[in-house]
C-alpha cells in the first residue's frame, strides 16, 4: 500500500543530543514537509521541500536540520539548538502542480520528549 | 503572518447530534481545506474548497468557503461515535506554497 512512514513512533532525547526523526514515501510525490504539533495549537510548518536536494525554511526552522538526498525520503534532525522539542512531529507529502500542492497526505506522526 | 481563528476549542455532544464549526481569518485565503485527525495519528483530508462561495458535501460533512474568502464552515450532521477527534481547518493564500495555515483544532466528544 501507498504511503508515508514515519520512524520511530516515540523517541526520547537527552540533554544535548540531536536526535533524527525518519520519514519515507512511496507515494511519488514531489513535495515533502515537517510540521510541529503542540497541544492546543494547530500545526507550524518546520522545513519543506519541492524537489531533491533543495529544501525551504518554515515558519519555525530554528533548531531543526533537513536533508532531502532521494525523492522519497525527507529527515529532520532535532539538534541540541532546539532548546524545547517535546512535540508531536508529522511529515506530509504532496504532488507539486496545481491544487495538488495543498492536499497534504501524513505520516502518523513521532512524539519526541525530553528525558 | 496569517493567522486562522478557529471554534469551538472543543465540543461535546450526543449521538445524533449535528456540529458546526468554523475559521475565521484576518487575511484572504484562495483555498481552505478540513481535516481531521484521530488521536496519536496524522490528519487525514475531508474536503478540500477552492472559490469563494463554494459548498462541498462528504457523507455527512458539508463544509463552506466563505464569501469574504476570511471565512469557512464544516458541518457535521448526525454525529456518530467514530466522529470523535481533533478537527482542522487549514487555508492557502497567495503564493504561498504548500505553506498551509492551520487552525488551532476544534476537539470533538461523542458521546453514545
Known amino acids: 500500500d501507498g504511503g508515508i512512514t514515519q520512524s520511530p513512533k516515540y523517541l526520547f532525547r537527552k540533554e544535548g543530543q540531536n536526535v533524527t526523526l525518519s520519514c519515507e514515501q512511496n507515494?511519488?510525490?514531489?513535495?515533502m514537509y515537517w510540521y510541529r504539533q503542540d497541544p492546543g495549537q494547530g500545526l507550524r510548518l518546520i522545513y519543506y521541500?519541492?524537489?531533491?536536494?533543495?529544501?525551504q525554511k518554515g515558519d519555525i526552522a530554528e533548531g531543526y536540520s533537513v536533508s532531502r538526498e532521494k525523492k522519497e525520503s525527507f529527515p529532520l534532525t532535532v539538534t541540541s539548538a532546539q532548546k524545547n522539542p517535546t512535540a508531536f512531529y508529522l511529515c506530509?507529502?504532496?504532488?507539486?502542480?496545481?491544487?495538488?500542492?495543498?492536499?497534504?497526505?501524513f505520516g502518523s506522526g513521532t512524539q519526541l520528549s525530553v528525558l | 503572518g496569517q493567522q486562522l481563528n478557529q471554534s469551538p476549542q472543543s465540543m461535546f455532544i450526543q449521538e445524533g447530534e449535528d456540529v458546526s464549526m468554523n475559521c475565521t481569518s484576518s487575511?484572504?485565503?484562495?483555498?481552505w481545506l478540513w481535516y481531521k485527525q484521530d488521536p496519536g495519528e496524522g490528519p487525514v483530508l475531508l474536503i478540500a474548497?477552492?472559490?469563494?462561495?463554494e459548498l462541498t458535501s462528504n457523507g455527512r460533512l458539508t463544509a463552506q468557503f466563505g464569501i469574504t474568502r476570511k471565512d469557512s464552515f464544516l458541518n457535521i450532521s448526525a454525529s456518530i461515535p467514530s466522529d470523535v477527534g481533533i478537527y482542522f481547518c487549514?487555508?492557502?493564500?497567495?503564493?504561498?506554497?504548500?505553506?498551509?495555515?492551520f487552525g488551532q483544532g476544534t476537539i470533538l466528544t461523542v458521546h453514545p
Open positions: 506530509a507529502s504532496s504532488f507539486d502542480r496545481g491544487h495538488a500542492n495543498e492536499k497534504l497526505f
Open positions: 507515494l511519488n510525490h514531489d513535495a
Open positions: 521541500s519541492q524537489i531533491v536536494n533543495d529544501f
Open positions: 487575511s484572504i485565503f484562495n483555498t
Open positions: 474548497l477552492y472559490k469563494a462561495g
Open positions: 487549514a487555508g492557502q493564500g497567495g503564493t504561498s506554497y504548500g505553506k498551509l495555515t
